[in-house]
């Protein structure tokens, strides 16, 4: 009896080691893991800001700046 398998992801972000795990999760079913992603996220900013105080909260905030920057255009657009 053979059974299915999907086909394997291919490319440099799925074969390093942590977040290549996230990212075939995240390609698998992105629906049932997006909320786990974003949790881990969020852990891992918390721990930067105990580790490295207010630096590593603003850091991330200079880098999310571009993305909110696109977000703000994506509203602009309408339908």
Request: glycine share 10%; proline share 5%; aromatic share 12%.
């Amino acid at each position: 009896m053979a059974t299915a398998t999907l086909p394997q992801p291919r490319g440099l972000l799925y074969r390093l080691p942590i977040v290549g795990w996230f990212a075939r999760d995240l390609a698998r079913d992105f629906q049932g893991n997006i909320y786990y992603f974003l949790v881990i996220l969020l852990t891992l900013l918390v721990l930067a800001v105990k580790t490295w105080g207010l630096a590593a909260l603003g850091v991330t905030g200079v880098i999310l700046t571009p993305c909110m920057f696109g977000v703000l255009v994506l509203i602009t657009q309408g339908d």
